[in-house]
């Protein structure tokens, strides 16, 4: 089985690209910025940066992951989506949340009930 | 007496292993590779929104400069962990690599908020040891979703808005921290322009181009005003 991987010449740059990015965004700091820790605009970026980022995918899969024609309106997304904000705020715990979104997404889908 | 690294590792044992699975599961169930690719994602990449990500980005077999982007651009967030830890990881040694390679969003949160002693060895080997177990936890989920999701059969339309679902969480999570709400709308607005005026591959590294650039331009605004402020303070004081 192991061969598979090498012969699967997609899958396995696929996973040499992913590990190169994900492990580049960890180093970086290490390499480059040993000396400018203290600087404002990096503390700036370190503040703000996160956070824009998530709002900014999050926002861009909902609105990938929903039906925007009639009579849906985005609701097939947005009503699960509701729900991972509401139970977040009242329990704190991300998996509890991950489900409360995703189980009524999932059944939404495959019953097709809008 | 500082508790042990698997005592504080419990709360991120009971998180990855669930999410590793839903990961393993996710990656079975919606890819033709061997399941045992997903633990060995999990081995070599290290990434949990990440790893999820690609399961859509294999899915739909994005080219490879797209996936470094797009890979890079999620993690992005990593690069300020790294920033705060440059002195805690000073002296590390041979570990370095690899406490900067584990680097997770939990990983962090458990290295930055610990109790520490004066023993600078003794407590840079604790943070081995949890990097080293939260992998562990990690690997074994993604290990067990992609065994599972491969075995049993089961509908798992929808079930990628698992991604989704982390994504929402983790905003919270940051508005929570910060106690601001300004960079979570200026992430929404870049997210709407850049859909409004982009195509679907560009949109994701056109927000963050906005983001940034705003931010930017942001700071140096507040560092002009900071500079008039105290010629101003110099000139009448």
Known sequence: MVENLFQNYYLSSFIAVTVLATFATRIIPFVFFERHTEHPLIKHLGRYLPAAVMALLAIVFLQRSATWSLPVIGLDALIPGALVVLVHFWRRNALLSIAAGTLPYMAIQQAGLF | ?237
């Open chain 2, 1 to 237: 007496m500082t508790p042990s690294a698997f005592r504080l590792t419990l709360p991120i044992l009971f998180g990855y292993l669930p999410l590793g699975m839903a990961f393993g599961v996710l990656f079975a169930t919606q890819l033709d590779y061997p399941w045992w690719i997903a633990p060995l994602m999990g081995v070599l990449v290290y990434a949990g929104a990440g790893q999820i990500l690609a399961v859509s980005l294999l899915a739909a077999h994005a080219g490879l400069l797209e996936v470094f982007i797009a890979m890079f651009v999620l993690n992005a967030r990593h690069l300020f962990y790294g920033l705060s830890l440059l002195g805690q990881f000073r002296g590390a040694g041979w570990r370095k690599l690899y406490l900067i390679f584990g680097l997770t969003d939990e990983t962090y949160s458990l290295l930055t908020s610990r109790q520490r002693t004066q023993s600078r060895e003794q407590e840079l080997h604790t943070d081995f040891r949890i990097t080293a177990l939260n992998q562990l936890y990690w690997v074994v989920g993604c290990a067990a979703g992609g065994f599972l999701g491969h075995s049993v059969t089961f509908n798992s339309t929808g079930i990628e808005f698992a991604l989704i679902a982390l994504f929402i969480v983790l905003t919270i999570e940051q508005f929570k921290a910060l106690g601001e709400t300004f960079p979570l709308w200026l992430g929404a607005l870049a997210a709407a322009v850049a859909m409004a005026v982009l195509p679907a591959p560009n949109q994701l590294i056109g927000a963050i181009m906005i983001v940034s650039l705003v931010l930017l331009l942001q700071y140096r605004r507040h560092r002009d005003a900071l500079a008039r402020n105290r010629s101003g303070d110099t000139t009448h004081g």
